[in-house]
T-cell receptor, first 113, second 114 residues
Framework: ELKVEQNPLFLSMQEGKNYTIYCNYSTTSDRLYWYRQDPGKSLESLFVLLSNGAVKQEGRLMASLDTKARLSTLHITAAVHDLSATYFCAVDKYGGSQGNLIFGKGTKLSVKP | EAEVAQSPRYKITEKSQAVAFWCDPISGHATLYWYRQILGQGPELLVQFQDESVVDDSQLPKDRFSAERLKGVDSTLKIQPAELGDSAMYLC????????????FGPGTRLTVL
């Protein structure tokens, strides 16, 4: 059974600090997705990582993918309050690109002043 | 900007009643997904459509859930009868045909079963 595990599940940060969220998955997959969800809202796509070694950055967020280790990281640089949200990683259920996504449980990030 | 539309946004029902949710994907998107998200969990795929055909419904509890996309555009997800454990957010998403990189999610329907 495909598993997608995120850690930590809860993260309380101070503004200005750096931290990393980890996403491990149990099947071979050449792509990985990161989403953001604000409380009571829907999901917003952040990154799609397409190959081993892929790195993408948007503002204070940077995501990377190591397909050999089956690991993706989401690094937060100099956190600000606006980054407070729940972050999900997801992989394709069949290891390809059919779009049948399996999500992790999410990491709830709280950035405090 | 084109968006995925869902209605209703909130639904409260009693157990054993029937409920239905509607989703209108972004125009031109051939692939439509229904997800269920229990509070504190990640979304779980229930059913995937390619045009009007079901591609994957392996996680759909077929004894009580049904989904259709008759004309390959909008879609309805039905639960009959609803159970307490069905309380969740039901999210619809759509993407361009086939192996698209991006799924665009709708605002969701929050279901509470009493």
């Amino acid at each position: 059974e495909l598993k997608v595990e995120q850690n930590p599940l809860f993260l309380s940060m101070q503004e200005g600090k750096n931290y990393t969220i980890y996403c491990n998955y149990s099947t071979t997959s050449d792509r990985l997705y990161w989403y953001r969800q604000d409380p009571g809202k829907s999901l917003e796509s952040l990154f799609v990582l397409l190959s081993n070694g892929a790195v993408k950055q948007e503002g204070r967020l940077m995501a990377s993918l190591d397909t050999k280790a089956r690991l993706s990281t989401l690094h937060i640089t100099a956190a600000v309050h606006d980054l407070s949200a729940t972050y999900f990683c997801a992989v394709d259920k069949y290891g390809g690109s059919q779009g049948n996504l399996i999500f992790g449980k999410g990491t709830k990030l709280s950035v405090k002043p | 900007e084109a968006e995925v539309a869902q209605s209703p946004r909130y639904k409260i029902t009693e157990k054993s009643q029937a409920v239905a949710f509607w989703c209108d994907p972004i125009s031109g998107h051939a692939t439509l997904y229904w997800y269920r998200q229990i509070l504190g969990q990640g979304p779980e795929l229930l059913v995937q459509f390619q045009d009007e055909s079901v591609v994957d419904d392996s996680q759909l509890p077929k004894d009580r859930f049904s989904a259709e996309r008759l004309k390959g555009v909008d879609s309805t997800l039905k639960i009959q009868p609803a159970e307490l454990g069905d309380s969740a957010m039901y999210l619809c998403a759509s993407s361009l045909e086939g192996p698209s990189l991006y799924q665009f999610f709708g605002p969701g329907t929050r279901l509470t079963v009493l």
